[in-house]
């Protein structure tokens, strides 16, 4: 089967649904979500992910499975997505959504298991047919989890077809498909993401994640440890959420680092510091090797031949730098947490997580654990970032029961971080707007009264 032949099945299955009422549609996700997060089905396919891939681990993977298909499901019963899902009367508008068609689904190999449902979910609440590329080094899991979505479509009477995964993971394909689906969802690396960007097809991409957590003078440490310690083991740092560093006030930073190490952080010492960056970067570039990548604390310390204690869950380098010469300054993708220190004022923090996303992550995250809500403003409209977090584990930013930001697992940066939208791409993403404009009370437009100030302060 060619590419072309997978679009067009997509394509006759998309419009068997696409007059489908909200009622079916609701019938359609739930099923597919119910296919992938039962328990059976979850415990398999984290189990195959870690077995093929290597990446993450077993239990969290499950977690990880279970909790955004239900987040994602959850969050779709509070979004309308099907027929007229916006009215404002007092301006004569009506919004109509209708699918975009076929969508072709990118899928990296750290997250062939829960990322295609998420996508699928999205894709199909809107009444669109959806096409994965996997990753050749876990197509085997991607494969598994489409077969799953794929029965529960035939269970309610749509079409297989409305989920596909293509039947072989070659750059040539994935570039094939791009170009004849009609939008582009990308999760991965770079070059992925500049890649749909550049296929000429409208895309929704991710960037580059280097979250940054503030720990100021007013926080509460022992809940600020847990959340940075937790956010930086799940699934080994397979998330581009997991924190990359850490900069914390001169006032708390020797109880936060004592925290982290009975949390599990192991501090390196100046020379194994040296160690461990020369395994993570081998050829001295910015891009972490394959084989620390979302591995366990134990394996990357034995590359490194550091000796770290066997309740060792993640490692701390303290830094001070940043940029190419300073690459823990970077995204690590790995239980590797970069710890800064700052005095003084809360601007002082602000100009840190700006040097650090301004080398690596412009656009993407950054939290902050205070009791202040004037640091939170400082952070807030001093970074370049689309999510700030606030007293919360920073993987919290793609959804959480705790916040409102919607369930996802592509994080878009603005043009910040190259992407279109800074928003978590979720749902309404996936479908066109139908403008319906009525007549109103006509509205005055008086250019004295607009031009008044001006007027004023300039002269006619």
Request: net charge negative; hydrophobic share 45%.
């Amino acid at each position: 089967m060619d590419v072309a032949e997978v679009v067009a099945r997509a394509r006759a299955a998309q419009a068997a649904v696409e007059n489908w009422d909200a009622d079916k549609v609701e019938e359609l996700t739930t099923a597919v979500a119910y296919a992938v997060a039962r328990k059976d089905r979850s415990e398999e396919l984290a189990r195959l992910a870690v077995d093929e891939a290597g990446f993450g681990n077993y239990a969290d993977k499950v977690t990880k499975i279970q909790r955004r298909v239900l987040g994602v499901l959850s969050d779709l019963r509070a979004t309308k997505t099907v027929g007229i899902v916006e009215e404002d009367p007092a301006r004569g508008l009506v919004k109509i959504a209708k699918p975009v068609g076929v969508v072709a689904g990118l899928v990296p190999t750290t997250g062939p298991d829960a990322t295609p449902p998420v996508k699928a979910l999205c894709a199909l609440a809107g009444r669109n047919a959806i096409v994965f590329a996997a990753h050749p080094r876990s197509k085997r899991t991607t494969d598994a989890v489409v077969g799953y979505m794929r029965e529960a479509c035939e269970q309610v009477g749509a079409p297989a077809d409305l989920v596909q995964v293509l039947p072989e993971a070659k750059i040539a394909h994935t570039q094939e498909l791009m170009k004849a689906a009609d939008l582009i969802v990308a999760t991965g690396g770079a070059g992925m993401v500049k890649a749909a960007y550049s296929s000429g097809t409208p895309a929704f991409g991710v960037g580059v994640g280097n979250a940054v957590h503030v720990v100021d003078e007013t926080a509460d440490v022992a809940d600020a440890a847990t959340a940075i310690a937790v956010a930086k083991t799940f699934d080994y740092a397979t998330s581009c959420l997991a924190d990359n560093s850490v900069v914390a006030h001169d006032d708390v930073y020797d109880d936060l680092l004592e925290r982290l190490q009975g949390l599990g952080g192991y501090v390196c010492t100046p020379e194994e510091k040296a160690r461990l960056q020369a395994v993570m970067w081998p050829d001295g570039g910015e891009i972490p090797s394959p084989t620390v990548i979302a591995k366990s604390a134990g394996v990357i310390a034995g590359l490194a031949g550091v000796e770290v204690p066997e309740t060792t869950s993640f490692l701390v380098v303290l830094e001070d730098g940043v940029g190419h010469d300073h690459p823990f300054s970077g995204e690590k993708l790995s239980v590797v947490l970069a710890l800064y220190r700052y005095s003084g004022g809360i601007e002082n923090a602000v100009a840190q997580v700006n040097a650090i996303t301004g080398y690596q992550g412009l656009g993407h995250t950054c939290g902050i654990h205070t009791a202040d809500d004037a640091h939170v403003d400082a952070l807030a409209f001093g970074t370049k970032t689309a999510r700030v977090l606030v007293n919360q584990n920073l993987n919290e930013g793609a959804g959480s029961p705790r916040n409102g930001l919607p369930f996802t697992l592509s994080l878009s940066c603005g043009t910040w971080g190259g992407t279109i939208t800074t928003e978590n791409v979720n749902a309404r993403h996936f479908v066109n707007l139908t403008w319906v404009s009525r007549v109103i009370a006509p509205k005055t437009v008086d250019a004295e009264s607009l031009f008044a100030r001006h007027f004023e302060r300039y002269g006619r």
